[in-house]
């Protein structure tokens, strides 16, 4: 998994799609998934807790575990499904991407938000907090559209293709 999570911080390595496309898995997805789950959680307080004016006053909240979950595993599983049904309704030939390593694919290039989630919690600097989510984006939308690429060039006329990037990089 080391290997895998490596790979993925660096948008247009191949190697990646390579290696995991030989073995998917669903334990490093989830293991992502529900490990920024909780550094989103430990880092929202952490910050909030950095925020206050009396330290004695705070109050840990979780109200943004059932918030996360249902986003990241929205995105995680959702989007893979969405591509897989645009590109069956509408591509000339079936994708070469497996569900199973589509939900992968989309759960590893959430790796990079591990690094900045973590960092936006101890640094109380909105800039830097913006600049770290903004280099965690491009970072994860570089990382899918590299993936996707070879599959959607082949499946999908051009037009069409641009949609589906569009909509990957939208969401």
């Given at each position: 998994m080391k290997v895998r999570l490596l790979a993925s911080l660096m948008p247009f390595n191949q190697k990646f799609y390579r290696e995991y496309s030989l073995k998917p898995d669903l334990y490093g997805p989830f293991w992502i998934l529900w490990t920024l789950v909780v550094i989103i959680t430990i880092t929202g307080n952490f910050a909030r807790y950095l925020e206050m004016?009396?330290?004695?006053?705070?109050?840990?909240?979780?109200?943004?575990?059932?918030?996360?979950?249902a986003v990241l595993f929205g995105l995680g599983i959702g989007l893979?499904?969405?591509?897989?049904?645009?590109?069956?309704?509408?591509g000339h030939q079936q994708s070469s991407v497996p569900i199973l390593t589509g939900i992968g694919i989309y759960a590893y290039s959430f790796s990079s938000f591990l690094i900045s989630s973590i960092l936006c919690g101890f640094i109380p600097n909105n800039i830097v907090q913006w600049?770290?989510?903004?280099?965690?984006?491009?970072?994860?939308?570089?990382?899918?559209?590299?993936?996707y690429w070879a599959d959607l060039s082949t499946t999908l006329d051009s037009r069409k293709r641009i949609l589906v990037i569009l909509g990957i990089c939208l969401t």
């Open positions: 004016d009396d330290p004695e006053q705070f109050t840990y909240t979780f109200k943004i575990i059932p918030i996360s979950i893979p499904l969405g591509i897989k049904a645009v590109v069956k309704c509408f600049i770290l989510i903004i280099y965690s984006a491009l970072t994860s939308i570089m990382f899918l559209v590299a993936t």
